[in-house]
């Protein structure tokens, strides 16, 4: 089946410090999502990407639907303890498909 | 606003026993719904999912069916689990432009 590479899989950061994560495919999205899940809970929806090209913020939270429609990118800036978690990354690949390709998903750590 | 729900939140069963999970979607109607699995430290596995009452597509062979009896209601079950079947099942509601938002899950364990 249809893949989403996501990377990087794994980040220890400082708090305070921008985060930078992406998600790529060999095949074109219509749209991107992005979620967040902590540890025991259901993935959040953070950002929803709709049209290439597109640049949407959700407070720190940056998201872009790449230009050829193939990747998508998140940033996080001045990263907080709460920031810790996976961050999965989605595409909708067909109109009319009701379904999502989900990437591997980041996973987020914040040294002391 | 919508809210939804899954329970159990955790559940212990031997191996060759039934299952059945529940989730339910309040303030939409006709949503689509899905089932994931997420195996520890994993990314998500769609199972089934449902674009109404009745209809229900399988994503993988497997020793789980699923059923939707009334709009807003989406049940996982199993005649007889497998220790393969232990996992974190999550329960998911389709909104416009196919953005899905997910209910808080139910952590199976097979022993």
């Known amino acids: 089946g249809q893949q989403l590479n996501q990377s990087p899989q794994s980040m220890f950061i400082q708090e305070g410090e921008d985060v930078s994560m992406n998600c790529t495919s060999s095949?074109?999205?219509?749209?991107w999502l992005w979620y967040k899940q902590d540890p025991g809970e259901g993935p959040v929806l953070l950002i929803a990407?709709?049209?290439?090209?597109e640049l949407t913020s959700n407070g720190r939270l940056t998201a872009q639907f790449g230009i050829t429609r193939k990747d998508s990118f998140l940033n996080i800036s001045a990263s907080i303890p709460s920031d810790v978690g996976i961050y999965f990354c989605?595409?909708?690949?067909?109109?009319?498909?009701?379904?999502?390709?989900f990437g591997t998903g980041t996973r987020l750590t914040i040294i002391p | 606003s919508q809210t939804i729900h899954q329970w159990p939140a955790t559940l212990v069963q031997p191996v060759g026993s039934p299952l059945s999970l529940e989730c339910t979607v309040e303030?939409?109607?006709?949503?689509?719904l899905y089932w994931y699995r997420q195996a520890a430290g994993r990314g998500l596995q769609l199972l089934f999912y449902?674009?109404?009452?009745?209809?229900i597509s399988s994503e993988v062979p497997q020793n789980l069916s699923a059923s939707r009896p009334q709009d807003r209601q989406f049940i996982l079950s199993s005649k007889k689990l497998l220790l393969s079947d232990s996992g974190f099942y999550l329960c998911?509601?389709?909104?416009?432009?196919?953005?899905?938002?997910f209910g808080p899950g139910t952590r199976l364990t097979v022993t």
């Open positions: 998911a509601w389709g909104a416009v432009a196919y953005e899905q938002y």
């Open positions: 095949s074109i999205f219509n749209t």
């Open positions: 990407l709709y049209k290439a090209g």
């Open positions: 989605a595409g909708q690949l067909d109109f009319g498909n009701e379904k999502l390709t």
């Open positions: 303030g939409t109607s006709n949503p689509n």
């Open positions: 449902s674009v109404g009452i009745g209809q």
